[in-house]
RNA sequence: GCGGUGUUGGUUUAGUGGUAGAAUACCUGCCUUCCAAGCAGGGGACAAGGGUUCGAUUCCCUUACGCCGCACCA
């Protein structure tokens, strides 16, 4: 089992390479830890995947409104949501073996609570321990731990002029999460656009972390990007849900996405948070098991009640007011927030996992099958000539011409005409058109099917329309 | 971050104190054509830096990156 999981992993990382899905970050300067590239079929794939949310959660919805707000904020940001003083790991080292430790779970062990506590509380309970002689380093016995120091997990950015930068409390983050931009939208959006509650707000974007360890592929990376909503509503409406209506609506809505485009249901299952975050009434994780992984469940999605913790924050560092006047109930209130929060990568990755197929096609061969839902996968559809004779390949390229307008398309011209079959099915290509000698007498080709390998006749005027129903969500 | 282990064409790998072979993939030509056919030809690699040595891809050190375990994961 341990070998299956190495092996399916590496084969995995090896083909996303070989394929032009992922690359290792700076590889010709000897790589870059934390950080993936991603090339061609990557970018598409990522594409299709982020639209696919999109439509999801706003399109298909009448009352989610899109954003796009900058990765630079004002400083002031994180400090009132709490990142730049608690969004790090109060780490003791043992000086004797180098284990590192977490401080607060150090302390969590003689039932002190010091979640989200500062460095001063961590110290002086240590340093009580340490007089009682009870602060001995768990891997060696040892009685030589560190005090507890901190390891920002934000990146900073040197933006502005010198003197700025100098300055302690003007330092300049680059975003650790995107829902930040959405809180500080949250007027603007209601001034400008006038939702009512209950209303969502959405972004996609990249966001930065100074993870001190990044390990596994991209599941923990320093750069990514993630898909975050933020849903506003009133807990006591009379006529609306209550919050853990709105909850459950939403933890459906969003394990039915993944259900929706195609990933096992088997693969997928709630985590619920047993530890809350001081201001959370409620939270749970989507995690999905990924085969690459030795079918450990990993997290995909947050979906997390949040009170109203953000918007208050905000409005106290601010000094604006952030409360909403409820017409019907005549009364001013902070609205609450139901948060979902999901990584691009991980999805992807999960997708990948999930579509990754080898089958035997003949006795003793077999073909490696990407059965990506045809919505996101990369490339739609391939056209070939059967062979490199000019009488083939002009009229295929018209058609691939046509095509193009619609479909993302290749066009391949290369090796035998199995070979181009298997290459598309390596990407997840739906369906491959042949154009062959038989074409030029009755104006048809050959549409084949990436996953049942069948093939149909069918005229080339009618493909348009023939795809247009094969395409029909 | 600690400990272990590793790094040879794009990918998977063989091998060596005298600068390397293969499979696969890719490109060209011929031929063939509906599920990775054939023939001929071609380009392509010892992670980086330092040391030992007449000579280092090979031995030693450092760094980077990967993998496994531990720890960590707002």
Redo the contacts with the bound molecule.
Sequence with gaps: M?EN??DL??EI??FL??RGFVF?SSEI??????VYDYGHYGYLLLENIKKAWMKSMIQERNDVLALDSGIFMHPMTWKASGHVD??N?PQV?CKH??????AD?ILEKFGINADKQGLDFLNTELDKLRAEKKLVCE?CGKAELTEAKVFS?MVKSNLGSPTDALSEENVVYLRP?TCGGIYLEYKNTLDSLHPKLPFGMAQIGKAF?NE??????VF?TREFEQMEMQYFFNPKALEGKATEEHFEDWKNYRMNFYYEYGIDRDSLKWYKHEKL?HYASDAYDIEYKYKMLGDDFKELEGIHARGDWDLSQHSKFSGKDLSYFDEETRERFIPHIIET?AGVARTMLAFIDNAYTKEE??EG?E??VLKLDKRISPVKVAIFP????EELVNPAREIWKDLSKKYFCEFDT??????R???Q??IGTPYCI???Y??LEDNS??V?DRDT???ERIKIVDLRKYLEEKFEF
């Design positions: 341990k999981k190495q992993m590496q990382v090896a390479k070989s290792p300067y000897g790589g870059f830890n934390g608690t969004f790991d080292d073996c180098k284990t590192r430790f977490r779970h891997n997990l999460e972390r001190i360890v990044t390990k596994q592929f923990r975050a929060s096609v003949k061969e073909r490696i059967l062979m490199k004779k290369s090796g035998s005409i199995g070979k079959y298997r290459r099915d390596e042949t154009f062959d038989e074409s080709v050959t084949r390998m069948s093939q």
